[in-house]
């Protein structure tokens, strides 16, 4: 048995497969996605929105899955809780989706930085 959800990321629809024995199980695994569609930045109101991932760490042993603004390069983050392996979107304490501003960091000889580019992550 076989679920598929749509979620909407700015303009775009990105569609997530569920398979499962049981309509239950597949349920069950859908709600994985504890996330609502996000349409706007939170910073710029703008929808020039993608979905990314990037690994950090020496050994790439830090997994991030982020919503990006490609108009202002904020940016909102999902977090993950390890049991039950459920994603939703990070929070501020006020229950509000925790934008980050795009600040430039490390070089400061002008070098472009990997956020520099107008470019989707993938």
Known sequence: MKLLITKQIGT????????GQTFHEVVMDSQKL????????????????????????????????????????GELT????KKGDVYYLRKTEDKKADWKKYEPQGDTQGNKHRDDNDEAPF
């Open 12 to 19: 775009k629809k990105h569609t997530f497969e569920f398979e």
């Open 34 to 73: 504890s996330f609502p569609d996000v349409t706007e930045c939170g910073i710029c109101g703008k929808n020039t929105l993608v979905l990314g991932a990037r690994q950090a760490g020496d050994n790439g042993e830090y997994e991030y899955t982020y919503i990006k603004c490609l108009s202002c390069k």
């Open 78 to 81: 999902f977090g993950q809780k």
